[in-house]
């Protein structure tokens, strides 16, 4: 069981879009499309959003994703309106198609539903900016943050290594996923080119190429097995090659 996603938009064709997309990079997780109207009008449908919600809700929680203003209101009126044995249903501020992915991404590694929440809105970090996402609940986390609470702060990587990127179209979404995914389940702090290893928008904007050589870094408990395995695992193409 996983955290589960619903994508709330006033178009069915976007909430299925960005479902598929999800989809490819998360498919263990229950991810469900409220788009348009019950009609099939562009809009939004309390009903269509209500039955999205108890669908993906597995008893992990569920992260609700909308677009425009309208979306927002429906979705949150659902909320309110939600039984007291729903379990939890969080609304996620974040750009809807980067925030979904991310999302699905993070429950797919078995994050539990605020570090869902987090990964979603992290999609409004612009590259460099290490301030805490919105909404973060700072005395949690996940596993890397827990294990770089416990270092002091000029510390240096316990392990390293450098491989080369060998697939084709380079270090793209899917391989970018599988990576974060494997990350997740090592206490260690992980960078990868540089990019901390729990962000996939962060690894993906690394335009990382065939043939370019990236560094893996990894500091905590399981920093010499992350490293290895993290590096296996880009120097085999993700399957890919």
């Known amino acids: 069981m996983t955290v589960g996603i619903v994508v709330a938009s006033h178009s069915a064709r976007i909430a299925e879009g960005i479902v598929e997309l999800a989809g490819q990079m998360a498919q263990d997780v229950a991810i469900i499309a409220a788009g348009g109207t019950d009609?099939?009008?562009?809009?939004?449908s309390?009903?269509?959003?209500?039955?999205?919600?108890?669908?993906?809700?597995?008893g992990d929680g569920v992260a609700?994703?909308?677009?425009?203003?309208?979306?927002?209101?429906?979705?949150?009126?659902?909320?309110?309106?939600?039984?007291e044995d729903a379990g939890e249903v969080r609304l996620v501020d974040?750009?809807?198609?980067?925030?979904?992915?991310?999302?699905?991404?993070?429950?797919?590694?078995?994050?539990?539903?605020?570090?869902?929440?987090?990964?979603?809105?992290s999609a409004w970090r612009r590259d460099g900016d290490a301030s805490p996402d919105p909404?973060?609940?700072?005395?949690?986390?996940?596993?890397?943050e827990r294990a770089a609470d416990a270092l002091p702060a000029d510390a240096s990587p316990n392990a390293s290594?450098?491989?080369?990127?060998?697939?084709?179209?380079?270090?793209?979404?899917?391989p970018a996923a599988?990576?974060?995914?494997?990350?997740?389940?090592?206490?260690?702090?992980?960078?990868?080119?540089?990019?901390?290893a729990d962000s996939l928008l962060r690894i993906i904007s690394l335009g990382a190429s065939q043939g370019q050589e990236i560094e893996v870094t990894a500091t905590g408990r399981d920093a010499d097995q992350a490293v290895?395995?993290?590096?296996?695992?880009?120097s085999s193409g993700f399957g890919e090659a």
């Open 228 to 234: 290895r395995e993290l590096a296996e695992l880009i």
């Open 94 to 121: 974040a750009p809807l198609v980067e925030g979904c992915v991310a999302a699905a991404v993070a429950a797919a590694g078995g994050a539990a539903l605020g570090e869902v929440v987090a990964a979603g809105e």
């Open 161 to 174: 290594a450098r491989v080369t990127i060998v697939n084709e179209q380079g270090l793209h979404a899917r």
């Open 46 to 58: 309390f009903d269509l959003i209500e039955s999205a919600v108890a669908r993906a809700q597995s």
């Open 39 to 44: 009609d099939g009008r562009v809009g939004t």
């Open 64 to 83: 609700v994703f909308t677009d425009l203003g309208s979306a927002v209101m429906t979705a949150e009126t659902v909320l309110e309106m939600l039984d």
């Open 135 to 144: 909404g973060q609940d700072s005395s949690s986390g996940t596993a890397a």
């Open 178 to 196: 599988q990576l974060v995914a494997a990350a997740a389940k090592f206490e260690a702090e992980i960078t990868i080119g540089g990019a901390d």
